[in-house]
């Protein structure tokens, strides 16, 4: 039998990234960035083709690359905050694998990401950025039915949960 899909969502600075790094390295499986492969195919940082390209070329980008992970198997995917916005790219991760939502306070999120220069969406008044776009996108994260609230949690007591989820769904 294939072995189902680890799918993190989230905001920006929930811990999709080291959270993926621990499930991979506890479970053996390959771990995709999505962002990353999408930032190496393209040969320009995340900034510069939002700058370049614009965000709708990006969502496109995002869209595409998800259509060919949902397809494959046994993979930690690692998402960009932003995946929730085209609902059928997390219809397209549910076929396939463990959708899991990572919230956290926007409190936590601006001390994340305070120094952070990698993020276009937050290029301004960082504090306002956060909470607007946050409140925003609240109803399309509510909407993942698995989620892990991580505020004080290391990044292993946020990936015990989902292993545990994972072994009961698999
Ligand atoms: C975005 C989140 C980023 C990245 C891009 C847009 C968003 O990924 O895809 O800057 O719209 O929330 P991370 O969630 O990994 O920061």
Known sequence: MSKRNIVLVGFMGTGKTVTGRVLAKQTGMKLIDMDSIIAERQNQTIPEIF???????FRAMERELTRELSQQNGLIISTGGGIVLNPDNI?????TGLVVCL?????????????????????GDKKKQIEGLLAQRKPLYDAIKHSVHTDGLSDEQTAAPILKLYALES
Do not use: H, M, N
């Open 103 to 123: 919230k956290a306070s926007p409190e936590t999120i601006f001390q994340r990401l305070e120094k952070d220069t990698t993020r276009p969406l937050l290029s």
């Open 91 to 95: 219809a397209d991760f549910e076929k």
């Open 51 to 57: 700058a370049q390209k614009g965000e709708p070329a």
